[in-house]
């Protein structure tokens, strides 16, 4: 079975320093990677994802995420935070068991950027 | 940019009432989900549905649950007798043929009293 873990509930960070959003996976086949963000009642918004290809992918942003094989994780990055990024940030693999397409996801992380 | 809308944006019912949450999918997409999350925590799968038949239902999609796609446009998840630990914010998502990621409307927040 597939699943994701996202082992910080929260990550403090100030505005203009580098951040980090840690997330590791688990899958028995392709490993599809996602980032998503949420703001206070919103809905879930796509970042970022690997399918194939660099180990680095760029989305929306200016987030980076660094997809690591061999300590099966799929961290998100930013080089200088922004107040505006606090949010919270879901980390997702998609399921390949059923083939539906469907994603599942990690707990969350609160990212808490201070002025 | 197109966007998967979702009506009510809030609903308030009575345990045991039958609640209609819709969902109107990007227009070209062809996978459909339900997701809950409960108090901003995790997301978590309900149903998903394709080629006008669900595809994969968890555990918490039991009897009580029902999607539909009356239209072509609207996809709708019914609970018919809403319990107090349905609630929840609803997500509706779509996705795209031949691509992975999915795309989440705005969410319907459900109380049940």
């Known amino acids: 079975a597939q699943s994701v873990a996202q082992p910080e509930d929260q990550v403090n960070v100030a505005e203009g320093n580098p951040l980090t959003v840690k997330c590791t996976y688990s899958?028995?086949?392709?490993?599809?990677l996602f980032w998503y963000v949420q703001y206070p009642n919103r809905g879930l918004q796509f970042l970022l994802k690997?399918?194939?290809?660099?180990?680095l992918v760029k989305g929306s942003y200016g987030f980076e995420a660094e997809f690591n094989k061999s300590q099966t994780s799929f961290h998100l990055k930013k080089p200088s935070a922004l107040v505006s990024d606090s949010a919270l940030y879901f980390c997702?693999?998609?399921?390949?068991?059923?083939?539906?397409?469907?994603?599942?996801f990690g707990q969350g992380t609160t990212l808490q950027v201070k002025p | 940019e197109p966007e998967v809308t979702q009506t009510p944006s809030h609903q308030v019912t009575q345990m045991g009432q039958e609640v209609i949450l819709r969902c109107v999918p990007i227009?070209?997409?062809?996978?459909f989900y339900w997701y809950r999350q409960i108090l901003g925590q995790k997301v978590e799968f309900l149903v998903s549905?394709?080629?006008?038949?669900?595809?994969?239902k968890s555990e918490i999609f039991d009897d009580q649950f029902s999607v539909e796609r009356p239209d072509g446009s609207n996809f709708t998840l019914k609970i018919r007798s809403t319990k107090l630990e349905d609630s929840a914010m609803y997500f509706c998502?779509?996705?795209?043929?031949?691509?992975?990621?999915?795309?989440f409307g705005e969410g319907s927040r459900l109380t049940v009293l």
């Open positions: 899958v028995s086949g392709n490993p599809y």
């Open positions: 690997y399918i194939t290809g660099d180990n």
């Open positions: 227009s070209n997409h062809l996978y």
């Open positions: 998502a779509s996705r795209l043929a031949g691509t992975g990621e999915l795309f």
């Open positions: 997702a693999v998609r399921d390949w068991g059923g083939n539906t397409g469907k994603l599942i």
């Open positions: 549905f394709y080629n006008n038949e669900i595809s994969e």
